[in-house]
């Protein structure tokens, strides 16, 4: 959630804002609209909770997927109507179709399932992308050995700048000097 704030600052979280009006003179409140991605328990329509907990719809949603024979339209309306009915998109929503997704990939290997068309396809589209990515690191590596050298050693270089911070303060050097009672004094 913290990176979806820093990335987009411009959604905004719920507050009440005051509003002039010129017919009655009195103060209004209007509620901002609903940020984009919410966490929080958001208001929902006529004060109704949500008919399908986040564990639910998740695994409906699942489910929808992995026994769907063509993607399309049908799957699209399906999957959506679910989403409404658990109270709309949420961080937790997301999260949990993400580990049953994680759950029913792994029973179906170990049980050497057959899997849905949709799913078969989209794996192996990723197998290919993959073998597509080997072959041309492998070419790249015999084509371009200096070029290759070049790009490791920043990469290694980088990585030594992202965690030099933790390398001193692990060695016993803080901000200012030697820590005391620590490995180097």
Not at 81 to 96: D, M, V, Y
Not at 101 to 123: G, V
Not at 162 to 182: D, K, M, Q, R
Request: charged residues 20%; neutral net charge; proline residues 5%.
């Amino acid at each position: 959630m913290d990176i979806i704030k820093t990335v987009f600052p411009c959604i905004p979280a719920p507050r009440k804002m005051r509003l002039q009006t010129s017919l009655t003179g009195k103060q209004r409140f209007i509620a901002e609209k609903q940020p984009l991605f919410s966490d929080q328990s958001a208001s929902y329509p006529n004060e109704k909770q949500p008919l399908l907990s986040t564990q639910e719809a998740s695994g409906q949603i699942v489910t929808a997927i992995l026994t769907a024979k063509v993607k399309g339209p049908s799957l699209d309306s399906q999957i959506k109507g679910i989403i409404h009915q658990a109270g709309g998109w949420r961080e937790s929503l997301a999260a949990s179709i993400v580990s049953a997704f994680e759950q029913a990939l792994q029973k179906a290997f170990e049980l050497k399932e057959a899997l849905s068309p949709i799913i078969e396809d989209a794996l192996t589209k990723v197998m290919q992308a993959g073998r597509q990515v080997k072959d041309f690191a492998e070419w790249f590596t015999e084509e371009h050995p200096v070029w290759t050298g070049v790009i490791l050693t920043v990469m290694a270089l980088g990585i030594l700048w992202l965690t030099w911070p933790y390398l001193l303060s692990a060695l016993g050097f803080g901000e200012i000097g030697i820590v005391e009672g620590e490995f180097c004094r």
